[in-house]
């Protein structure tokens, strides 16, 4: 399949489904935090991802082959791999799925912004400038809210930092010598290089048990097979096929369902300014990654 110069109906479904994937994911892993700490479940769905990935790579006959000129970016990758998953498990233990979601998927903003400064050819247009302030007014504002759920300025801090990781291996994906390795090689670089750092450091946080259940293990099963291995897999492809703007703009999509599944499936309550915040955001990354028309 030839790289596409704009979206079509089946990136557009695909990448629809991925984002409500993601959304029901940032649910799995509040939930899974009841029987696992974080780290240690970030760390144990790496080293399953690794397992996974291998498996499926042997099976369709992939080359395990990583071009020399792409090595050191796919360290860099998986260092920020095990970054951003430290900073989001930690994040969704401390806070509200829904106040991690909102800030975790305003990665296209970060992604837009280094994109400007980055790639001469990236103009700052007035509505990008105008996304880009609404995005961040966005954030800001579901950060300031303080009252009703279980909130945490730590865990606020933690999900920016998750996101602004986020758009920088999308940033690696696409302008270092990684763009021309296939996704799975990429995927399966980051999940190894992550996987026993997380796992190294997951005794800094606390016990690495709790009360483990059912339920829990389901969860990191879930994560291991259908997210960090075979979900990212297809997000990796994607990143290929559809420019790297139009595959971030779908993001929105995960935070809103984020927040309706922390109230459907938990039971969270939800500030009407973390809708007034999300409504921001999304407007926001919809203007910064809209194509401009052609005269």
């Not at 293990?217 to 139009?246: C, D, E, R």
Request: proline content about 5%; charged content about 10%; overall charge positive.
């Amino acid at each position: 399949m030839e790289r596409k110069t704009h979206m079509d109906a089946f990136g557009a479904a695909c990448l629809t489904a991925f984002a409500l994937h993601l959304a029901f994911n940032q649910v799995v892993i509040k939930v899974t935090a009841g029987g696992f700490s974080p780290v240690f479940a970030a760390g144990l769905r790496s080293a399953g991802a690794v397992v996974v990935l291998l498996v499926w790579m042997r099976v369709r006959g992939v080359s395990f082959h990583m071009p020399r000129a792409a090595r050191p970016w796919a360290v860099l990758s998986g260092l920020l791999f095990a970054f951003e998953f430290t900073c989001l498990f930690t994040a969704l233990d401390l806070t509200t799925v829904s106040r991690a979601s909102v800030i975790f998927y305003s990665m296209p903003l970060w992604l837009a912004l280094a994109s400007v400064v980055l790639m001469p050819d990236e103009r700052l247009t007035r509505r990008k400038a105008l996304g880009l302030a609404l995005a961040m007014g966005g954030v800001a504002l579901a950060m300031s809210d303080r009252g009703g759920g279980h909130v945490s300025w730590t865990g606020d801090l933690l999900a920016v930092a998750s996101a602004l990781s986020w758009a920088g291996i999308a940033l690696l994906v696409r302008v270092t010598p990684l763009a021309d390795v296939p996704p799975a090689q990429q995927l399966i670089s980051q999940v190894a290089v992550s996987a026993p750092i997380l796992l190294l450091i997951a005794p800094l946080f606390g016990p690495l048990l709790r009360e483990v259940e059912v339920i829990h293990i389901a969860g990191m099963v879930f994560q291991t097979v259908a997210v960090a291995s075979l979900g990212f897999l297809a997000w990796f492809w994607l990143m290929k096929q559809y420019p790297a703007n139009s595959v971030a703009s779908f993001s929105f999509i995960s935070p809103v369902a984020s927040v309706l599944f922390g109230w459907l499936l938990l039971g969270e309550r939800v500030a009407p300014s973390i809708w007034v915040a999300l409504a921001m955001v999304a407007v926001g990354i919809t203007l910064i990654n809209r194509r401009p028309r052609v005269r």
